[in-house]
């Protein structure tokens, strides 16, 4: 019996809440801003998990004030996912 390659079908997600995007963008703002402040796990408390898990952000460690801290920095397809909000 031959074995057939089996195409995943991509799982289909909820759409982001407006909390989400909210956080989103803030955290996008604080890391354009380029005024030294990072964006922190506290900052997107309660929606770090699902932007993650969607690919949205990504965790970084940076020194911040000499202690080294996990970062939160938006990637290239939240920073494309914005930018698509925007153009609606």
Known sequence: MAI??????????RPLTKIMIKKLRDCHEKQSNG???PCLQEDLKG???ALY???LVDTK???VNG????CIVV???GENYLK???NK
């Open 61 to 63: 460690m940076q020194d």
């Open 67 to 70: 202690k080294r801290l996990l």
């Open 75 to 77: 990637t290239e397809a």
């Open 4 to 13: 057939k390659n089996i195409v995943a079908m991509p799982v289909s997600q």
């Open 47 to 49: 929606s770090l998990a």
């Open 35 to 37: 005024n030294g402040l």
């Open 84 to 86: 698509s909000l925007d």
């Open 53 to 55: 898990k969607r690919g």
